[in-house]
């Protein structure tokens, strides 16, 4: 309670001035990411995610501080929250954040979200040009992820995946070094949820997940971990799951930005390491 307290009365400070409410929710976004120790973001998140609810609503026409607040929301929901019921409100404030800033860069491409798969990805391909706008795309897609995730049983939901992954192929082909090469972990995630028997592409996984690891020079341990999760553990490959966790855990965490993410991808290696005897 001292630490959420302290925290807004930061907040208090920060939005007596005219500073730029969405790059001071990025640059909170960016504080959180550089933190070590995942107890510390999970005990504060709630204040956090005050700031960015205050961010968001103080800057309704900032997209920046749109898709910041869903970037705390989706990771938040993500990584610490376990209750089915909850995870769903919070992705589903994660996704609605994303929505909003996704229309306010890409209006086209909002407006097509309902419509036909085939006319989704035209006005993707005629809509998202550059880095700028990969970005959102990505940003979007990411929240767009996490929502579906967290309604794995919802038939109406899981029918959005190959919009979802039409997104992230569009963000890959222009711009596949956006955040360390992640949208490369999620096409890989995608495409290792079936054995090649039953139409899945686990060749195609294979190569985005090698390529988010070559883009961020090793350094993304996230994507190594979901590498030996989705992918070795697909096609039994004990030597290479083995070896990547054993990677992951011989690492130093501290990296920039991916330091949150590779503490809690080593927690996770160590879950994934306990098990896999009883898996293979």
């Not at 697909?234 to 855990?249: F, I, N, P």
């Amino acid at each position: 309670m001292r630490r959420m307290c302290a925290l807004l009365v930061t907040l208090a400070v920060l939005l007596s001035g005219c500073a730029d409410l969405g790059g001071l929710a990025g640059s909170l976004g960016d504080a959180i990411a550089r933190q070590p120790d995942p107890a510390i973001v999970r005990d504060g998140a709630p204040a956090y995610l005050i700031m960015a609810d205050t961010f968001a609503e103080r800057a309704p026409g900032d997209a920046d501080a749109q898709l910041a607040a869903a970037r705390l929301y989706g990771a938040y929901a993500g990584a610490f929250i376990d209750d089915e019921q909850r995870r769903r409100s919070l992705t589903q404030r994660a996704y609605d954040y994303a929505h909003e800033g996704l229309c306010l860069r890409l209006d086209a491409v909002c407006a097509a979200l309902d419509e036909r798969f085939d006319r989704f990805g035209d006005v993707l391909a005629k809509r998202v040009d550059d880095a700028d706008e990969a970005r959102t795309l990505y940003r979007f897609a990411a929240a767009w992820a996490g929502w579906i995730r967290a309604r794995s049983g919802d038939y109406a939901a899981l029918a959005d995946l190959p919009k979802v992954q039409a997104a992230f192929e569009r963000v890959v082909a222009i711009s596949p070094e956006i955040d360390h090469g992640n949208a490369h972990v999620y096409l890989g995630v995608l495409q290792s949820q079936r054995p090649e028997s039953l139409g899945g592409k686990p060749a195609s996984a294979r190569e985005h997940f090698e390529r988010a690891i070559e883009i961020s020079r090793g350094r993304n341990l996230m994507a190594k971990v979901l590498f030996a999760e989705h992918y070795a553990r697909l096609v039994y490959d004990r030597d290479l799951h083995d070896r990547l966790l054993q990677e992951v855990l011989a690492a130093d965490p501290h990296a920039g930005d991916l330091t949150l993410s590779n503490a809690l991808a080593q927690r996770r290696a160590r879950s994934l390491q306990a098990s896999a005897d009883d898996y293979f």
